[in-house]
């Protein structure tokens, strides 16, 4: 299984940050994986941010449940973030990963997300 985030390097402040996640070597419909979201800042641990299961249901951090939104696209086996009303604190390399029974087993390479101010 391998994962490829894409999307733009560079966002402005209060605008929305938008990635994409492609999987290849296996479905994002199968039973029972989840796909997730995960960031780590500069300098900082990694952060959970939100998941999008095999049928469709998502949930998210608490501290960041207002400004996310993940979303998925069966045909093209992709799933993406939204992260809206971004501020530089929002710079952070951004990884999407599959997960089973809460593990994550497959990571993406990352991309770095800079928001200017």
């Known amino acids: 299984v391998q994962l490829q985030e894409s999307g733009p390097g560079l966002v402005k402040a209060s605008q929305t940050l938008s990635l994409t996640c492609t999987v290849s070597g296996g479905s994002i419909t199968t039973k029972f994986y989840g796909w997730a979201w995960v960031r780590q800042p500069p300098g900082k641990g990694l952060e959970w941010m939100g998941v999008?299961?095999?049928?469709?249901?998502?949930y998210y951090s608490p501290s960041l449940k207002s400004r996310t939104s993940i979303s998925r696209d069966t045909s093209k086996n992709q799933f993406s973030l939204q992260l809206h009303s971004v501020t530089p604190e929002d710079t952070a390399v951004y990884y999407c990963a599959r997960l089973i029974s809460g593990e994550k087993d497959y990571w993406g390479q990352g991309t770095q997300v800079t928001v200017s101010s």
């Open positions: 999008i299961d095999y049928d469709g249901d998502t």
